[in-house]
């Protein structure tokens, strides 16, 4: 069984600055590309940012030079540093990464964790 642990999510002053943090558990062989994605109320789900095993990164135009994306491969985490934030990241977050469950089967899998809300309010 695979889990991912979403944490530090909150309410934040536009401006500010929050860490995310998503720790991956469970019966895992490997990680490949690990991401964050965000909802909004009444909006699709949308990518935020993507990482590579190799550290390779993928950001939405809309976060460019305000998210830092980073991983801990040996620990299973993975963080999104947000500043600068805006009202218009309100949303859910979600952690997302493809999973490899053991040596036998070349298969990533793709797994959610639960979400954390972020708020960005004056």
């Known amino acids: 069984q695979v889990q991912l642990v979403e944490s530090g999510g909150g309410l934040v002053q536009p401006g500010g600055s929050l860490r995310l943090s998503c720790a991956a558990s469970g019966t895992i062989f490997s990680i490949g590309s690990m991401g964050w994605y965000r909802q909004a109320p009444g909006k699709q789900r949308e990518l935020v940012a993507r990482i590579t095993s190799g550290g390779d990164t993928k950001f939405a135009d809309s976060v460019k030079g305000r998210f830092t994306i980073s991983r801990d491969n040996a620990k299973n985490t993975l963080d999104l540093q947000m500043n600068t934030l805006k009202p218009e990241d309100t949303a859910a977050y979600y952690c997302?990464?493809?999973?490899?469950?053991?040596?036998?089967?070349?298969?990533?899998?793709?797994?959610w964790g639960q979400g954390t809300q972020v708020t960005v309010s004056a």
């Open positions: 997302n990464a493809l999973i490899r469950l053991d040596y036998s089967s070349s298969t990533y899998r793709s797994y």
